[in-house]
């Protein structure tokens, strides 16, 4: 039996590792087709915002650029796939090719000089391959590693504080291809041999081009522009000089080049993502310490949950429980374990439940979301390779989460009956407050976008199509869970609610509500400060963050470490018999979001330097910080309460009421 089910889970290793899980096929070209080269957005280290190849200046193909067709996912990304001038062939290598001459007015000049001051970079894509410019870094240890940088700068500064720039004008595409071999197969007959395409990577240079005589346009497409700059044979001329930025109001004339070079490479096509992926290779030592950091603060909080329950809450139960015990017993028990004191008052409905009925809903919603996305992108079916599908797979998986919404949020909607909760009112709640919080945020944030002419601007229609969306989709899921939730019989507490409220004795003042739900937001979110700098920084630098294992081991130890914290904090406050534990026992781990937005900000300041920082790029980086605040509040508020839902509804089974 053994032997047997070793070969079958062999065989499925076999067919696993054959499958390509993102779901792009590879494209096969054959030698001498013709290949565009596409061009994406322009985008900064520095600002968020991204903006159109074309804004500046540069050389346009043939009949002017069109914007190819993208996905929702790529939309939302604020991706901007265009044509471009650079003509291609598959193997063919070229130098020296001219892709236009352009005559720039002073406000041309103008514009290129403020996107070189913000350290602008230009972005292409061949073959669904980002173009990467290979650099070379040094870490603290004064150690070199080579990695890569999306795009190609657009200048290189110099002089006085590099409010000088040489313009790079000259482009070396080097292209990575690995053969395609027909011969001794069945498709050696039917298919013509070909190349895969595996890496793409850009080289920007200076070059004052000097040409004989009169310039005619006709040159660029007979590829015989007579430069003296620039050799068909050799590239570049190492004595040429630099093509200088003129002063601002003044033209200039300028000529853009290009190279392509066709280079063999060993790189399997499935492993060509690698280097992109890799970017932040040295930093895996940094997420590994605070992957053992969170666990060992995990392990340590675990522990004394166990202690606390084992030893306190144990003993508790069985005196509470020993009818025989001498009425003195009976008193130093009750004076020792104060929350049995409020059996008659624990369940009593809080204020605003219908509220707290929806962002307990909501809290499923996002929790669900983040949880199967996560799940997917760690199985590989969500890959960078397959552009926007991250973005597209969360709004699908938000909006289908919302049948879990509604049943959660009725089913507590139906326990707080004595509250005066509306059905109706709390379904549309649930379906609308969170949502249509982001999406408010998010139009506005759009209207600035707008204001800058950046492609991250949502187009209208694309803003109709979230709305019917919205309204088409998950609102009437909402709906559908709400009525499941609704039909199902109404959960009955374990101990009776006594009809007069018990009256709560004065707190100690880190027992009172604020201090100790800003106490209890602090573990949870140091379990994900580390990470959360690194996709701040993917974000804001326009990176690929790819490491969903990571952040799947940090949302784990997240939600457990929300339950034993809320738990903890819940007790003690039960203890000192206060019974108003429902709206705390959300806020306390919700209150890491707090911790998470202030983090945001130390951030921007410290490593971002808020004063090369325009109003609108810290306007956007701010409303986005909203947003992700706003929705890790809602799931760790959720994870937090229903763990301490379930904890007192069970210590309050185990006893004994009269």
């Known amino acids: 039996m053994i032997p047997t089910t070793v070969l079958i889970l062999s065989s499925f290793l076999c067919l696993t590792s054959a499958f390509y899980l993102p779901g792009v096929a590879p494209r096969k070209y054959r030698h001498g087709e013709k290949l565009t080269v596409k061009v994406n957005t322009l985008t900064s280290d520095l600002t968020p915002l991204q903006f159109d190849y074309y804004n500046l200046p540069f ?31 598959t193997n063919v290598s070229r130098l020296c090719k001219v892709a236009c001459k352009k005559k720039w007015k002073p406000r041309a000049v103008q514009d290129f000089r403020n996107f070189a001051s913000t350290n602008f970079r230009a972005n292409m894509r061949l073959d669904n391959l980002p173009g990467a410019e290979l650099v070379v870094f040094r870490d603290q240890r004064g150690q070199e590693f080579v990695s890569y940088r999306l795009g190609y700068p657009l200048a290189e500064s110099y002089g006085k504080n590099g409010s000088q720039f040489y313009v790079n004008n000259h482009l070396r595409i080097t292209i990575k291809y690995h053969d395609v071999q027909t011969a001794g197969t069945r498709l050696e007959k039917i298919e013509e041999p070909g190349v895969l395409i595996v890496g793409f990577e850009l080289k920007a240079m200076s070059v004052e081009h000097q040409y004989v005589g009169d310039w005619d346009d006709s040159c660029v497409a007979k590829n015989t522009c007579p430069l003296l700059t620039c050799s068909p044979t050799r590239g570049p001329l190492p004595t040429a000089p630099r093509m200088k930025l003129p002063p601002p109001r003044k033209p200039m004339d300028i000529i853009f080049t290009y190279d392509v070079l066709w ?15 890799k970017m932040q290779t040295q930093d895996d030592e940094i997420h590994w310490f605070s992957i053992v950091n969170s666990s060992v603060i995990l392990f340590f909080l675990s522990g004394m949950v166990a202690m606390i329950m084992l030893r306190i809450l144990r003993k508790d139960l069985y005196r509470y429980n020993q009818l025989e015990q001498s009425e003195e017993a009976r008193e130093e028990a009750r004076e020792e374990t104060g929350w049995k004191l409020i059996s008659g008052d624990v369940f009593r409905p809080p204020k605003f439940a219908a509220l707290l009925a929806v962002f307990i809903g909501s809290g499923v919603q ?12 760690v199985l590989g079916f969500l890959s960078p390779s397959n552009r926007g599908s991250i973005l597209l ?14 049943y959660v949020s009725a089913v507590f909607c139906k326990m707080f009956r004595g509250a005066g909760t509306d059905r109706l009112r709390n379904t549309l709640l649930t379906a609308v407050l969170f949502p249509g919080a982001v999406f408010l945020v998010f139009f506005l944030l759009n209207m600035v976008l707008w204001a800058v002419k950046s492609t991250g601007a949502i187009p209208f229609g694309t803003l109709v199509a979230l709305l019917c969306f919205w309204f088409g989709f998950s609102l009437p899921l909402v709906f559908l869970g709400s009525y499941l939730g609704f039909r199902r019989p109404a959960w009955e507490p374990p ?17 009172k509500s604020l201090p100790s739900i800003l106490m ?14 690194f996709i701040l920084s993917s974000i804001w630098q326009h990176r690929f963050y790819y490491l969903f294992g990571f952040m799947a081991l940090v949302l784990l130890i997240l939600v457990v470490t929300c339950a034993e914290i ?16 429902w709206w705390r026992s959300y806020l306390t781990s919700g209150a890491s979001a707090i911790y998470l937005f202030l983090y945001a900000g130390y951030y ?19 409303g986005y910080i909203v947003i992700l605040s706003y929705g890790f509040f809602v799931l760790t508020g959720f994870a937090g309460f229903i763990s301490c839902f379930l904890f007192i509804r069970i210590i309050y089974s185990s006893i004994k009421c009269d």
């Not at 809320?566 to 534990?581: A, G, K, P």
Request: a negative charge; charged letters at 15%.
């Open 520 to 533: 209890g937001g602090v573990l949870p979110f140091g379990v994900v400060f580390v990470e959360l700098f």
């Open 566 to 581: 809320t738990i903890v904090m819940c007790y003690f406050q039960l203890c000192s018999e206060d019974y108003h534990w």
């Open 495 to 511: 101990v009776r609610t006594n009809p007069i409220p018990r009256q709560i004795p004065d707190q100690l003042w880190y027992m």
């Open 263 to 277: 280079v063999y490479s060993d790189v399997k096509w499935a492993s060509r993502w690698d280097v992109y992926l």
């Open 59 to 89: 050389c346009e193909p043939k009949g002017g650029e069109k914007e190819l067709a993208e996905n929702l996912g790529e939309v939302l990304a604020g991706e901007r796939t265009e044509t471009s001038a650079y003509k291609l062939h």
């Open 393 to 406: 797979s969360m709004l699908l998986l938000f909006v289908l989460m919302g049948l879990p919404a509604g």
């Open 604 to 622: 921007l300041i410290t490593r971002i330097h808020l004063a090369k920082a325009t109003v609108a790029s810290a306007s956007i980086f701010f």
């Open 366 to 377: 996002v929790l669900g979301m983040s949880t199967f996305t996560i799940i997917f992108a």
